[in-house]
């Protein structure tokens, strides 16, 4: 997948997690979510919830953080894999002719099937009624 296709991907992909964490966003930050800890010039960041780490660096002033490289390497795995199913969910869809609906044959023949199933459900409740108990009840003596 090239660079370009993964940003594209994101760009969808943003709004979405814009919306999903917008919630999340306007509750108070929990001030023990992240660990920083110092290595050599930069900082290690641990997202304990997550448990995801970012290397992170003073510039100017600002702490500035990168995912670590398995992290980076998981996040691109993921946009490959959602980018192989919405490919999948575009074709499933443009088969459809952009409609999710069964085609008339689908319902005639699920329609088909039900009918049978309830003519026979039927039959056997009409031999169930009709049937005579050998027996008839006894009154009871006390």
Known sequence: MTKEMRIGIAALLL????LLTAPALAAEPDATR???ERSGDHFVRLDR????????Q?????LVCRMAADERAAYDDELDRLSDRVTKLEKTVASNNGSSLP???DVDRTLGIMQKF??????????FQNEQ??????PQKT
Do not use: H, W, Y
């Open 133 to 138: 108990p050998d027996t008839k009840p006894q």
């Open 58 to 62: 003073d510039q100017n002033g600002n």
């Open 34 to 36: 992240f660990q920083l």
């Open 15 to 18: 709004p979405a997690a814009v």
């Open 118 to 127: 309830m003519r026979g459900f039927m039959g056997m409740a009409k031999e």
């Open 103 to 105: 085609s008339d044959a």
């Open 49 to 56: 919830q997550t448990g995801a780490m970012s290397i992170c």
